[in-house]
């Protein structure tokens, strides 16, 4: 709950996006259908000139840079008395002794000189790939193994389709997003999200000048619209990734071979694509395309969640052999969920905060 009122998690949607889920839900009653999570919202103004009702700040977005630049334009212990950022430095190692982490090391890019900074807690959240590469450059002792194995992503399948413009569900200025997954399973479980975007060209781009926006999404403009199902994903211990001499990192992740659910998730495209009415008789013959290769911004499990001797980091996300230094990304999943995992790191960091704070 913390996290969601973090990260705005949007609870109001418009009126023809509450009907098209009720319509939806009664035509496809074998899945669950839900509005999408969203965040960073502005409700549509009674005054807004610009047919239909788009958001006024594109959706699902989170800045770590402007939160922490609004955090320091302003005094005060929410503001900048206790933050302090340094940037253009490019850190390179930490320095430990026995079970304690002591400085962090960094290369100070402007003034080419190295410079120590020293903390009581140490925190890496350099990413999925940059966290176990700062980690192995600086020896820290971790006895499963693990460090920078199991690099993965999870896999996904979409399809772009158009709705027609004849279609009574929608109209060149309506748009919605929608989450759809099979009934849960007597474990509780889900084997697939479904998540559609309709109409996206309201979360594609922002513009504030309504000529350049007429002019880019003129009425006759086709809907176009997406569905995009994911997967859930374990940690594949045969990818890898290494820092090197050189300052780069090398990496290896094996090609996605995997069409998990094929035959359920194509069943599911072609009644979605007869609940909108779609003319394209191809796209019902034609199956969805799954990825081959991981990409960057799920990747996670480098770092990996877990027992002593089993995993880098604690279910604290404290490295093992060390008292106070921890990392907070997307490397300490033990496996790669189906769902976009921006809202579980928000919640593990939330937690991490309250963890230091008691100590």
Same mark, same amino acid.
């Given at each position: 709950w913390r996290a969601e009122t973090l990260f705005r998690k949007r609870t109001e949607y418009s009126e023809f996006e509450k009907e098209l889920k009720r319509k939806m839900q009664s035509a496809l009653g074998d899945y669950s259908i839900e509005h999408t999570p969203r965040s960073l919202h502005t409700v549509q103004s009674r005054l807004l000139l610009r047919? =239909?009702?788009?958001?006024?700040?594109?959706?699902?977005?989170?800045?770590?840079?402007? +939160?922490l630049l609004n955090s320091m334009s302003h005094p005060g212990l929410a503001g900048s008395d206790h933050l302090t950022i340094n940037l253009n430095h490019l850190v390179t190692h930490i320095e430990v002794a026995g079970r304690r982490a002591l400085k962090v090391f960094c290369q100070d890019l402007l003034h080419n000189r190295q410079r120590a900074y020293r903390g009581k807690y140490i925190i890496l959240a350099a990413g999925a790939t940059e966290s176990p590469c700062i980690a192995i450059q600086s020896n820290i002792l971790d006895k499963s193994g693990k460090m920078g194995i199991g690099l993965t992503d999870h896999q996904n399948a979409e399809l772009l389709f158009e709705i027609p413009r004849s279609s009574p569900l929608f109209s060149s200025n309506d748009h919605? #997003?929608? *989450?759809?997954? &099979? #009934? +849960?399973?007597? @474990?509780?479980?889900? @084997?697939?999200?479904c998540e559609l975007a309709l109409n996206w @060209?309201?979360?594609?781009?922002r513009y504030e000048d309504d000529d350049l926006w007429d002019a880019k999404f003129p009425d006759d403009e086709p809907i176009k619209s997406t569905i995009k199902f994911t997967f859930g994903n374990r940690l594949n211990d045969k990818n890898w990734i290494k820092p090197t001499t050189s300052g780069k990192s090398r990496v290896y992740v094996e090609p996605m071979k995997e069409c998990p659910f094929e035959e359920n998730v194509n069943q599911l495209k072609n009644e979605v694509l007869s609940f909108f009415g779609v003319k394209d008789k191809s796209l019902f013959t034609t199956g969805l395309k799954y990825r081959e290769r991981a990409e960057t911004y799920h990747s996670g499990g480098s770092l990996r969640m877990g027992d002593h001797g089993k995993a880098v980091v604690d279910s604290h996300l404290r490295f093992h052999e060390y008292d106070n230094l921890y990392c907070c990304d997307l490397s300490v999943f033990p496996d790669?969920?189906?769902?976009? &995992?921006? *809202?579980? *790191? =928000?919640? *593990?960091a939330l937690r991490l905060a309250e963890d230091i704070k008691q100590k």
């Open positions: 047919k =239909g009702s788009p958001d006024e700040i594109p959706t699902g977005t989170f800045s770590t840079a402007a +939160l919605a #997003k929608l *989450l759809l997954h &099979p #009934k +849960l399973n007597s @474990k509780g479980e889900n @084997k697939y999200s @060209k309201f979360w594609d781009v790669i969920p189906l769902a976009n &995992p921006s *809202l579980t *790191l =928000g919640a *593990l």
